[in-house]
């Protein structure tokens, strides 16, 4: 076990955000469309689109919604045609933003995300100025309580192609290569453990911390990209105490 960062916190509170504001299906609609898109309506054969898929039918999707984003996205059935567009930037106290969006219209997009840049005290940066700050790892978060022995949580993760277990005080970190996601996630599910979280996420190398006011600044930009339409994930690289954040909850 290893390492500590405050993405399960902060992931786990994105969850219920979503589901409390109606927004988890249209997340997970897009990622399922766009994967689709890029790589083919085989679940089995695409990656990404089954990594997609699982967080649908973990989110309780109907099969229906199921279907119709990966016919959307194969061109099978009409629909708005779709971009994905990552944003990089710096917000307060040098804190690194990746902005992952996908638009009907990025001359609309674009200037609103520059715009919130600036509003919360940052910048919007040119492309790969802060991509190198993250490294895409396949992510999960599993409830402390619902492991009776860790050890063999990581045996179970490291056999099934991952790469840790990280201890986050309530809850357990798993990371894995992004390729191996999907075997991670089918050898948890052996197990009898349902993850809270389940990603394929750009994780930082390294984090800013961020004391009090500051961390609020950063937070408060965090949430704007969060609550913005056309934002699928926001990353940043920022390390705050537990009580502030739990004091946003």
């Given at each position: 076990?290893?390492?500590?960062?405050?993405?399960?916190?902060?992931k786990h509170?994105k969850?219920?955000?979503d589901?409390?504001?109606g927004?988890?299906?249209?997340r997970?609609i897009?990622?399922?469309?766009?994967s689709a898109?890029?790589?083919?309506?085989?679940?089995e054969g695409?990656?990404?689109l089954?990594t997609?898929v699982?967080a649908?039918r973990?989110?309780?999707?109907p099969?229906?919604?199921?279907?119709?984003?990966?016919?959307?996205?194969t061109?099978?059935l009409?629909?708005t045609?779709?971009?994905e567009?990552?944003y990089?930037?710096y917000?307060?106290?040098?804190?690194?933003?990746l902005?992952?969006v996908v638009?009907d219209n990025?001359?609309?997009?674009?200037?609103?995300?520059?715009?919130m840049?600036s509003?919360?005290?940052g910048?919007?940066?040119?492309?790969?100025?802060?991509?190198?700050?993250?490294?895409?790892?396949?992510?999960?978060?599993v409830d402390?309580a619902?492991?009776p022995d860790?050890?063999?949580?990581?045996?179970?993760?490291?056999e099934?192609?991952g790469e840790d277990?990280r201890?986050?005080?309530?809850?357990?970190e798993?990371i894995?290569?992004?390729?191996?996601h999907?075997q991670?996630?089918?050898?948890?599910d052996?197990?009898?453990l349902?993850?809270?979280?389940?990603s394929?996420?750009?994780?930082?190398?390294n984090?800013?911390r961020?004391?009090a006011?500051q961390?609020?600044?950063?937070?408060n930009m965090?949430?704007?990209f969060?609550d913005?339409?056309?934002v699928?994930?926001v990353y940043?690289n920022f390390?705050?105490d537990?009580?502030i954040?739990?004091?946003?909850?």
């Amino acid at each position: 076990m290893s390492g500590h960062s405050k993405w399960s916190t902060i992931k786990h509170k994105k969850g219920a955000l979503d589901a409390k504001r109606g927004k988890i299906f249209t997340r997970l609609i897009r990622e399922i469309t766009i994967s689709a898109r890029s790589g083919g309506g085989d679940v089995e054969g695409n990656p990404r689109l089954r990594t997609a898929v699982t967080a649908a039918r973990a989110a309780n999707m109907p099969k229906d919604n199921i279907d119709k984003a990966i016919k959307k996205g194969t061109g099978e059935l009409a629909g708005t045609v779709i971009e994905e567009v990552v944003y990089e930037g710096y917000g307060p106290s040098g804190v690194a933003f990746l902005v992952e969006v996908v638009t009907d219209n990025r001359m609309r997009t674009t200037p609103e995300i520059r715009h919130m840049f600036s509003k919360y005290g940052g910048s919007l940066a040119e492309s790969n100025s802060v991509a190198w700050m993250f490294e895409k790892k396949g992510y999960f978060v599993v409830d402390r309580a619902a492991v009776p022995d860790e050890d063999k949580l990581l045996e179970i993760v490291l056999e099934a192609g991952g790469e840790d277990v990280r201890d986050d005080g309530e809850s357990l970190e798993i990371i894995t290569p992004p390729e191996a996601h999907a075997q991670v996630a089918a050898a948890l599910d052996r197990a009898g453990l349902r993850p809270r979280a389940s990603s394929v996420s750009w994780l930082p190398k390294n984090t800013v911390r961020c004391e009090a006011e500051q961390a609020r600044r950063v937070l408060n930009m965090f949430d704007a990209f969060e609550d913005h339409d056309d934002v699928q994930n926001v990353y940043a690289n920022f390390d705050v105490d537990d009580s502030i954040l739990e004091d946003r909850e």
